[in-house]
């Protein structure tokens, strides 16, 4: 017997968020579908990036300045400036898209389950998005479906 496949696993019927909805929404669609995440598209249905509850409590979170010393009139940050950039926008975001995770890791159809789940293991994360050959969203495997795949 041949080893599964995404296609083999997936949920096809995946709830998604267009990047222009507000955080509020999202929320309300997590807590609703009681779910952890969704894949965010833009206005023509592409993926573009995973929206999650960590998202949001990134958002909810006290934001702090990065701690810095000044040393012969220069500033020395000592946590990433970058990072602090993109809490502060996560921060202040009111749309999906100002809150997203971009960086999203996916798979093909005919991507095996072993893969999928060291991708998952990899990068810790809970859900890949599965896209068609032609990059079009067409499912999404969480790690529940994983492991309900083991038995």
């Known amino acids: 017997m041949s080893e599964p496949v995404a296609r083999d696993i997936m ?3 995946v709830i998604t968020i267009n990047k222009n909805e507000s955080v509020k929404k999202l929320s309300d669609i997590l807590i609703k579908n009681k779910i952890s995440g969704v894949p965010v598209i833009d206005d023509d249905g592409k993926l573009i990036g995973i929206a999650t509850e960590g998202d949001l409590i990134v958002k909810d979170a ?3 300045f990065p701690s810095y010393f000044k040393l012969l009139d220069s500033i020395i940050y000592l946590e990433s400036l970058d990072k602090f950039k993109t809490n502060l926008k996560k921060y202040l975001g009111t749309k ?3 809150i997203m995770t971009t960086k999203v ?5 005919d991507t095996p389950v072993s893969e999928v789940a060291n991708i998952m ?4 994360i809970n859900r890949v998005p599965v896209l068609d050959s032609k990059g079009g969203l ?3 495997i969480t790690r529940a479906d994983i492991v ?4």
């Open 11 to 13: 949920v096809k019927k």
């Open 96 to 98: 999906v898209e100002d």
């Open 148 to 151: 309900k795949s083991m038995t």
């Open 121 to 124: 293991i990899k990068y810790n």
């Open 138 to 140: 067409i499912g999404i």
């Open 62 to 64: 006290d934001l702090h």
């Open 105 to 109: 890791k996916t798979v093909r159809d």
